[in-house]
């Protein structure tokens, strides 16, 4: 199992409340700009993505990848991190 | 097809269950992605529950016997089915029994009738040859798409290796220890040992 960054484990900590998308793992200035371009300006409006996609993988990496042109890596560091702030808070 | 962004969320998602696409409610936030999905499931042609292959054949026997079921790998059997397998036909009865049993060495035909799923036969009759042991040899003598078939039944079988080459093995093997059994030496035309 690959280590997670410590914007992993920042988010994953403790609820996300207000942060910006930029706060997800896997998305940086760039991912979280065009992502707020299209309305996902805050973490939780992707967690609402997440959510309606079932929080099934395949569908939101495709999702992220559609949206943001995010690659491989940045949509398994995302969907993670979704998912475990999921497990831990949901 | 329409356009599909004509479509209504509901078709949009009974379009991904046609295709066997895992999905979740279609919003507006989630359409563009399943429309996407559903291009691309077209596009490569993938069958919907609903969509027979033409080229398969599907073979019937009696109704309470096991029936000869063609699988692709791409679709499960589902409850889908809405082609009525009404144009059954029950064939010479005496044999069944024994075709059950070769059905059996054969694991993944052992399904009764109402398991089959209609997405890929033809609603032809199939008389079956008793004496044929090869299913898909039998084939070519009925008129229906024979021809198409008999290439494609190794590869539709689920078996690995056609059931003709077992048989060349089994005939080669036999041969072999034939041979090696008859180049044997008797006891009398040995000497020197005690």
């Not at chain 1, 979280?32 to 371009?37: I, Q, S, T, V």
């Not at chain 2, 696409?21 to 042609?45: N, Q």
Request: aromatic share 12%; glycine share 8%; net charge negative.
């Amino acid at each position: 199992m690959s280590s997670t960054s410590q914007k992993h484990k920042d988010f994953v900590a403790e609820p996300m409340g207000e942060k910006p998308v930029m706060a997800l793992a896997g998305i940086g200035e760039v991912l979280g700009k065009r992502l707020a371009e299209k309305g996902f300006d805050k973490a939780y409006v992707v967690l609402g993505q997440f959510l309606v996609l079932k929080k099934d993988e395949e569908l939101f990496r495709d999702w992220i990848k559609d949206t943001c042109g995010a690659n491989v890596k940045q949509q398994g560091d995302c969907y993670g991190c979704l998912k475990e702030w999921c497990d831990a808070f949901l | 097809m329409a356009l599909l962004s004509r479509k209504t969320a509901q078709e949009i998602s009974e379009l991904l269950d046609e295709y066997g696409i895992k999905h979740g409610p279609v919003v507006d936030s989630t359409r563009g992605l399943y429309e996407k999905k559903i291009k691309e499931a077209m596009g490569k042609g993938k069958r919907t529950k609903y969509e027979p292959l033409p080229d398969k054949t599907f073979y019937r026997e009696e109704e309470d016997e096991v029936t000869y079921v063609y699988r692709t790998p791409v679709r499960s059997e589902g409850a889908g089915d809405y082609r009525d397998s009404g144009s059954y036909m029950s064939s010479r009865p005496n044999w069944n029994e024994r075709e059950f049993q070769q059905e059996m060495s054969y694991s993944t035909y052992a399904r009764p009738r109402s398991e089959y799923r209609g997405r890929e036969y033809v609603e032809e009759p199939y008389l079956y040859d008793k004496t044929s042991s090869y299913r898909n040899s039998s084939l070519t003598s009925t008129p229906i798409k024979s021809g198409q078939d008999a290439p494609k039944a190794p590869q539709s079988k689920s078996r690995l290796i056609p059931l003709w080459v077992q048989f060349m093995f089994f005939l080669a093997v036999a041969v072999f220890l034939y041979i090696v059994f008859s180049s044997m030496e008797t006891n009398e035309s040995l000497e020197g040992i005690e």
